[in-house]
């Protein structure tokens, strides 16, 4: 079956720390996945997808098809970087719904 | 940048009572979508809609449920006889293409509250 996992509910980290929030697959295609932000009390925002393989907000995140894991990581973490993560994967076939994992809430302490 | 926006956002009702969940997909996109998510659990798709039909559908989607396009701007979900476990926060997104590689962009949501 299809899945996401990602494992921390909450991840607490001093400012200018590593950040990485960790996301695991289950998927037997050629997935996609995506990296969304939601900020507080605002819509969930595309981060990144593993496709375009750019840097955002400093986050990147690499696929790693043999442990099926995409985490998300930036250098040093920002206190504005506080927000609830989700990693998504869409399928590759059908209609391009999105699995989403649980989410982690990042706290960036000051 | 274009947007899509979601009313109202925050609906409370009784059990039993019907409630209609509007959205404005961002204007040229053709795949619209709804997923839910209760208090404290994952986000989960709904439904899928393109070219006027339900192109899939979950198995949180049973006749309870039903989607429409009304008009060029709408995409309404509509929930015949809500129930207390239907309380949840509804998304609404769209994509402009119906690829893998389409993003989805999400409107901000409306919490339902079933009493």
């Known amino acids: 079956a299809q899945r996401v996992t990602q494992p921390e509910k909450l991840l607490s980290v001093f400012k200018g720390a590593p950040v990485e929030l960790k996301c695991n697959y289950s998927y037997s295609g050629s997935p996609e996945l995506f990296w969304y932000v939601q900020y507080s009390r605002q819509r969930l925002q595309l981060l990144l997808r593993?496709?375009s393989r750019e840097s955002i907000k400093g986050f990147t995140a690499d696929l790693n098809k043999g442990e099926t894991s995409f985490h998300l990581k930036k250098p040093f973490a920002q206190e504005e970087d506080s927000a609830m993560y989700y990693c998504a994967l869409s399928q590759g076939s059908g209609t391009y719904k999105y699995i989403f994992g649980t989410g982690t809430r990042l706290k960036v302490l000051a | 940048e274009p947007e899509v926006t979601q009313t109202p956002s925050h609906q409370v009702t009784q059990m039993g009572q019907e409630v209609i969940l509007r959205c404005v997909p961002i204007?040229?996109?053709?795949?619209f979508y709804w997923y839910r998510q209760i208090l404290g659990q994952k986000v989960e798709f709904l439904v899928s809609?393109?070219?006027?039909?339900?192109?899939?559908k979950s198995e949180i989607f049973d006749d309870q449920f039903s989607v429409e396009r009304p008009d060029g701007s709408n995409f309404t979900l509509k929930i015949r006889s809500t129930k207390l476990e239907d309380s949840a926060m509804y998304f609404c997104?769209?994509?402009?293409?119906?690829?893998?590689?389409?993003?989805?962009?999400f409107g901000p949501g409306t919490r339902l509250t079933v009493l």
């Open positions: 593993h496709i």
């Open positions: 204007s040229n996109h053709l795949y």
């Open positions: 997104a769209s994509t402009l293409g119906g690829g893998i590689r389409d993003t989805q962009y």
């Open positions: 809609f393109y070219n006027n039909e339900i192109s899939e």
